[in-house]
């Protein structure tokens, strides 16, 4: 589904445009008192809650990305649009011909590829980037975290038990996991993985939020021994560690990976209000530079 207004840009050839002259006010092709275009790197419920919100305004128009790596993906309100970018060089094409202003990227705390791509492509342009990263889960008191740095750790861990392993990583990853022929594993996912598996397994094929009581009753009717899990932080996934804290079940937990060297917000309300300041800062600048011709 992609909205009207942003199918019908006018064409601007590459070869026309000048990218270092594309900051937040280069939106070449477009009238000076055009809105800023905001590009909403998405795929987490804070960048749905984040289209939500930008919807309501007028002083702005944004598209969410999608990666596409669901067949039955749940779209937020506005434009969208879906498929990689090609790269950083895809990305910065991309930028320019949609005359984006502001690159928002609130991907998945996991996903170190786009980040990287759209905080290199951003520095080249000279466009701001608003970066959303939620906070980690912390260790509360009776949870038994043993924390590991890659997939491939965690396999070794889980492997050496020799128990029943609740796999709760997504699909991308669980090839790390198919040398493991001494542990038996329930592996969850939205999509069945494709790829090699471990040789004991079982697929649920589930969507989360999951509550408590669910992922409670799930852990004890597996019997599940130890538990596999990303720090992604954020309240839909949570439930299975708080059920793991229950039950005193061990969490081997994968530590996130570095998305950005930049500094990152936590929240949508920090989003707004830095893009809010930046759009404010953007259109008091430009009133400046008509008053001093
Ligand atoms: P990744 O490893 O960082 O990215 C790999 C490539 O996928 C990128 O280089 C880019 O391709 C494309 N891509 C990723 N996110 C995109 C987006 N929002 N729009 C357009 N292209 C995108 O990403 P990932 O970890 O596979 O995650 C893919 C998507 O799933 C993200 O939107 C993320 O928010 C969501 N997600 C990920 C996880 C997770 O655990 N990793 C969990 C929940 C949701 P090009 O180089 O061709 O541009």
Redesign the pocket.
């Known amino acids: 589904m992609i909205d009207k207004w942003w199918s019908e840009r006018p064409s601007i050839k590459l070869s026309e445009l000048n990218p270092i002259s594309h900051g937040i006010e280069g939106r070449l092709g477009r009238s000076p008192d055009a809105v800023p275009r905001i590009l909403l790197?998405?795929?987490?419920g804070e960048?749905a809650e984040l289209a939500a919100q930008l919807a309501s305004r007028n002083d702005l128009e944004f598209i969410s990305?999608?990666?596409?790596?669901v067949s039955c993906p749940k779209y937020p309100i506005g434009a969208v649009r879906v498929?990689?970018?090609?790269?950083i060089e895809?990305?910065i094409s991309y930028l320019i011909m949609e005359s984006i202003s502001v690159v928002i990227d609130?991907?998945?705390p996991?996903?170190?590829?786009?980040?990287r791509?759209s905080e290199v492509a951003c520095a080249r342009l000279g466009l701001p980037l608003i970066a959303l990263v939620r906070p980690a889960w912390q260790k509360q008191k009776n949870d038994l975290w043993h924390e590991v740095i890659t997939y491939a750790d965690a396999a070794e861990f889980v492997n050496r038990k020799k128990g029943r392993v609740f796999l709760s990583?997504?699909r991308?990853e669980v090839g790390s996991f198919a040398a493991c022929n001494d542990a038996w594993f329930l592996i969850r996912a939205i999509e069945a993985p494709t790829g090699q598996l471990p040789r004991h397994h079982e697929i649920l094929l589930q969507r989360g939020p999951f509550d408590l009581k669910e992922e409670s009753q799930l852990l004890r009717d597996y019997s599940i021994d130890h538990i596999v899990s990303?720090n992604?932080g954020g309240s839909g996934t949570y439930t299975k560690i708080e059920a793991a804290r229950l039950l005193g079940i061990p969490v081997v937990m994968v530590q996130r990976p570095t998305k950005h060297t930049a500094s990152a917000v936590e929240t949508v309300d920090q989003v707004v209000t830095e893009l809010t300041a930046l759009l404010t800062r953007t259109v008091q600048d430009g009133k400046q530079r008509k008053e001093a011709r």
């Open positions: 790197l998405g795929g987490t960048a990305s999608f990666a596409g790596r498929g990689g970018f090609g790269g895809g990305l609130a991907t998945h996991f996903s170190v590829g786009i980040s791509n990583i997504g991308q990303k992604s």
